[in-house]
């Protein structure tokens, strides 16, 4: 296997080997596109270079060598020639597009003798120390890990000294002056000084790129995206091509549609007389490509035919990087776009009526977790708004929050449960775990291609770019308005910001919860028509229904009877309930909870009708509907030093402590809950049984089609589900019979939750009694691994995750390795038993899409999510249906 291949040897299909960017220079190489000669180092050299140590495998200095000489016949120069140098791009390259996580290196050949020869070759000395005093830049960065504020502090004690504004108006001496600076930085903060070897410089910033794949953020990068670290990244090194030469000169950055939209225009940003890094880093606010096509008529025409070749080729949309060199267009990249979900559902629904991709493909071209963006809250107010200011619309979405300014604030907060925005005056790949953690992003310089925006446009994330009106001085921002007053926005000072206009406004905003698209309508009807796995949600009032099915929800799989009880009208009544000395007292409580959730599942049924709904009685522990000990006994205390607490007030103030007591447990999820609970107190569960049969006699009364499925939680054992299953059956015959209907009149089913894992073990023996399986992916997840999951996720959780201890949070992402062997387990002996046994999931990885994967895999029926990702759940089904082994695409 090749250590180094050049642009005119590799091809589209090399992508594994070359990296998504390597992969497609090549395609563009072959296909006549103006493209920079280039070569790529691949992948397997990255693996290697880890195995070793961080150390270059050994002869490959050699091949690179040769590759060089290759480049320099290519371009009629040297590298290092102090007359005609040429000089190279060192750009990273990962199979799976990580835009702005891993690290380049421009203009790399330049030292003390060739940037003389750069000034003499282009007759532009100024452009020649520029180029020189960004490679000292982004080399001391990225090579000897200098942070970048130590240079640009001295670019802008230069700009101040010499009274100028822009980077473009710094004359020749300014540049030399500021290298000057830079060496000096480097020689002091890394202890070396800046390498005059050009092939030293070569070798360190290959190195440095390799390395660059284990950088914190492209390790959270890849986390977040499930990416394989095994992967790793290729370096691209290709003869530079200059943008920043002057008034005929230029870079930017284009999507053959509309990212934010998927509006079939060209869209995308440039700069005149600048490198790229200008444009993707937010330094400068660039310019609307429309507006080239007056200033450059002829690049405009050959980037349109270009965009629209590529396209077509690629059958996607594509993300294009160009520089202008003295009027002669260039391509430095193409990729398929990071695209917003409005944007992916309506370029592949038009691509499919453009006869580019089948239904098939435009499913598989869906994020599911990305369709959240589609589900973005709006600004919901006809109250005037106080705007402060308006930015660049670069990701949809409203967001209200918390002013931050820096990143590991707004991860902190977040964590504390506040809602937070992240601004900043341009966001860098170190700040996405804050973009994460923030419900919005505001920045105060950069445009629509810039970092935040795309980053924030991948997580569907609110995003204000480029909002110069913004001034960020340490932990706040002023705004002066129209009418002169100047309005501060400090840290911790609520703003909210709309993505969709650019606006950044004052003060709180209510938002207002989105509908489904046509076209993603139309997409789902396709996804529909694909997939076999039902889906299900978890709803526990009319309201969430009625969501659900409005999602396409094809029944309830878990229906929680507790959250029912925790209303705040309903809380006494619970309490007398539970705090009963006496049965008679009990029944007499439990007589005015009855009509209370008759009245929930009546709801409920009527927004579900004929489809299932999964009930589960009640599972949480009774003290959990009681006021909390630690706070009980403090306030006993109190009173005990009040003499002007009445007797009465004493005595039932004990009483109620002495109940709670009694309750307490030194492990509550291990104890008397679920099925334990209705087995101890079966007259609660018979209440609700009565209950749901009640409801569902009106229902049916009134012509809707009632399906009802019972649900055991917490099951241990066989015996166990056989004495509810009993009771269920017992309670329901003697509802129906005193409303005069025959027993099979409503037709149910009862079955469990399997969230203990000797539920799962002995399945086969629970399947006698068990009309269905619903898997309890919290519990069971906790149980088998020995987790409390609220201790768990708050103290070592993260940690266990940044580490890779384990690959993933298994409370987000199912542990297919323990609790899916536990549940493949039961699925397999239960349907041995019982063949027509309906298995699905309940817990919340019912809405993960490797779990849907997995879940499809095991042959399950369904699985069950919240309403919101109810559309998530339809796509991944449908993906997991296209990508299973001998399947029609």
Same mark, same amino acid.
């Given at each position: 296997?090749? =250590? ?113 020869? %750069? ?21 001391? =960065? ?115 549609? =509309? ?72 391509? %430095? ?190 997409? %789902? ?195 166990? %589900? ?168």
């Amino acid at each position: 296997m090749p =250590n180094i291949v050049s642009f005119q040897q590799g091809n589209a299909a090399m992508k594994q080997l070359l990296g998504g960017k390597g992969a497609n220079l090549a395609e563009m190489t072959r296909a006549g596109l103006p493209v920079p000669p280039g070569f790529t180092i691949t992948t397997e050299v990255c693996r290697r270079f880890y195995d070793g140590g961080g150390q270059l495998p050994a002869g490959l200095m050699e091949e690179l060598n040769q590759s060089m000489r290759e480049l320099e016949a290519a371009k009629q120069q040297r590298f290092g020639d102090p007359m005609q140098p040429l000089l190279v791009s060192v750009r990273s390259g990962s199979v799976t597009s990580m835009p702005g996580m891993m690290d380049t290196i421009l203009n790399l050949g330049l030292n003390d003798e060739t940037v003389k020869g %750069l000034a003499v070759m282009t007759g532009n000395a100024r452009f020649a120390y520029d180029c020189y005093r960004r490679l000292i830049q982004m080399f001391g =960065n990225v090579v000897f890990d200098i942070e970048s504020h130590h240079f640009e502090l001295g670019l802008r004690r230069l700009k101040r000294k010499l009274r100028l504004e822009q980077d473009s108006e710094i004359p020749a001496e300014g540049w030399i002056e500021l290298i000057a600076s830079y060496k000096a930085v480097i020689a002091k903060e890394a202890g070396r000084p800046f390498p005059q070897s050009v092939s030293e410089q070569l070798e360190l910033a290959v190195a440095a790129v390799f390395r660059s794949w284990n950088n914190h953020r492209a390790q959270f990068y890849r986390r977040l995206h499930h990416i394989p670290d095994e992967q790793g990244t290729a370096v691209n090194i290709q003869a530079m091509v200059f943008g920043n030469m002057g008034g005929d000169c230029g870079t930017g950055v284009l999507f053959t549609r =509309n990212p934010s939209t998927g509006e079939d225009v060209l869209y995308g940003e440039y700069l005149m007389n600048a490198q790229g890094e200008d444009v993707v880093a937010g330094v400068r606010t660039p310019v609307p490509i429309a507006k080239l096509k007056a200033e450059m008529p002829d690049i405009y025409e050959q980037l349109f035919q270009t965009a629209k070749a590529l396209e077509l080729h690629y059958r996607d949309m594509q993300d294009i990087e160009f520089t202008v060199e003295q009027g002669k267009l260039y391509l %430095l990249q193409t990729r398929s776009g990071k695209r917003t979900a409005q944007a992916a559902v309506k370029i592949a629904v038009e691509q499919v009526k453009e006869g580019l991709i089948s239904h098939g493909e435009a499913i598989l071209r869906i994020e599911p977790f990305h369709l959240d963006q589609l589900l973005h809250r709006a600004i919901d107010t006809d109250r005037p708004l106080d705007v402060l200011a308006t930015g660049l619309p670069a990701s949809p979405g409203a967001a209200t929050g918390l002013a931050v300014f820096d990143a590991d604030t707004a991860e902190a907060w977040a964590r504390e449960g506040r809602k937070v925005i992240l601004v900043r005056s341009e966001t860098t790949p170190e700040d996405i775990h804050g973009v994460l953690a923030a419900e919005g992003v505001l920045t105060s310089r950069g445009g629509m291609t810039s970092h935040a925006a795309v980053v924030a446009r991948g997580m569907g994330k609110p995003c204000v770019c480029g909002c110069d009106a913004v001034g960020i001085e340490g932990r706040e921002f002023s705004v002066k308005l129209s009418d002169g007053r100047t309005v501060t926005i400090s840290e911790g000072d609520q703003v909210s910001i709309d993505g969709a206009s650019g606006r950044v406004i004052r003060g709180a905003v209510s938002l207002r919860e989105p509908v489904l698209t046509a076209e993603l309508s139309e997409l %789902l009807a396709w996804a529909d028509e694909i997939r076999t796995l039902q889906v299900y949600t978890n709803a526990d009032t009319p309201e969430d229904a009625a969501k659900a099915r409005h999602f396409g929800a094809e029944g309830i799989g878990l229906c929680r009877t507790e959250h029912m009880f925790m209303q705040a009208a309903r809380v006494p009544v619970v309490q007398s309930m539970i705090l009963a000395e006496t049965a008679d007292e009990r029944a007499k409580a439990l007589q005015q909870l009855l009509p209370m959730q008759q009245e929930d599942f009546e709801g409920i049924f009527r927004a579900m009708d004929g489809l299932p709904v999964t009930i589960r009685l009640l599972d949480p522990p009774l003290h959990e509907f009681l006021p909390n000990l630690e706070q009980l006994v403090l306030q006993q205390e109190r009173m005990s030093h009040n003499p002007a607490v009445e007797p009465e007030q004493r005595a039932k103030l004990d009483s109620l402590l002495r109940k709670v007591r009694t309750l307490h447990e030194m492990n509550p999820m291990l104890g008397t809950r679920g099925c334990r609970l209705g087995l101890v107190l079966p007259d609660i569960y018979e209440m609700q049984v009565e209950a749901i049969f009640r409801a569902a006699v009106q229902c049916k009364q009134a012509g809707m089609d009632v399906r009802p499925d019972i649900m055991i939680p917490l099951v241990g054992h066989a015996n166990e %589900l056989k004495r509810m299953r009993e009771l269920v059956v017992r309670t329901a015959s003697e509802v129906l019979g005193k409303l005069n209907h025959a027993a099979d009149c409503i037709s149910y089913q009862i079955g469990t939750m399997i969230e203990v894992p000797r539920a799962a073990i002995t399945a086969g023996q629970i399947a006698q009694h068990a009309d269905f399986f619903s898997f309890g992916t919290n519990d069971l997840t906790q149980m088998t691994f020995g987790y409390s999951r609220d201790d768990a996720e708050g103290k070592f959780l993260t940690h266990y995750v940044e580490t890779e201890l384990l690959p993933n949070n298994p409370f987000q992402v199912l542990d297919q390795d323990g609790v899916g062997q536990l549940m493949e387990w039961a699925v397999e002996r239960g349907k041995t038993v019982k063949p027509l046994l309906k298995t699905g999931i309940c817990g919340e990885h019912g809405g993960d899409k490797p779990s849907i994967f997995f879940c499809h895999a095991i042959g399950l029926d369904y699985v069950s999510c919240s309403p919101y990702r109810v559309p998530v759940a339809r796509i991944a089904a449908a993906q997991a249906q296209l990508t299973a082994p001998n399947v029609w695409k």
